[in-house]
């Protein structure tokens, strides 16, 4: 099982990126997707989730309007679109699916599976 996240580059504050999760091994249509991030010498943090069916979505306070988590259950890929990027957004960005039927969490420990981290650099 994995998953592969990219996307992920060096940006000028204002711009945009779109990480991609691609899964591989087995399916998680039926698993919460999340995205999270750590900056150096910060906690893991969540950055935005989405429900199995796509009819729930969450986010960071201070990413709301600015990023959309989206996912295509049919190619087992979680997407983060990230609009009006800030250098305090600059982190390693990691996406991770839940147990199967379970809410989004913004909980890391109830993610069972992680991707490798893709770098966002936001420079001024």
């Known amino acids: 099982v994995q998953l592969q996240a990219s996307g992920g580059g060096l940006v000028q504050a204002g711009g945009s990126l779109r990480l991609s999760c691609a899964a591989s091994g087995r399916t998680f249509a039926s698993s919460p997707m999340g995205w999270f991030r750590q900056a150096p010498g910060k906690e893991r943090e969540f950055v935005a989730g989405i429900s199995w069916s796509s009819d729930s979505t969450y986010y960071l306070e201070s990413v709301k309007g600015r990023f959309t988590i989206s996912r295509d259950n049919a190619r087992n890929t979680v997407y983060l679109h990230m609009n009006s990027l800030k250098p305090e957004d600059t982190a390693v960005y990691y996406c991770?699916?839940?147990?199967?039927?379970?809410?989004?969490?913004?909980?890391?420990?109830?993610?069972?599976?992680w991707g490798q981290g893709t770098q966002v650099t936001v420079s001024s």
């Open positions: 991770a699916a839940g147990r199967a039927s379970m809410r989004v969490t913004i909980t890391p420990e109830t993610y069972d599976y």
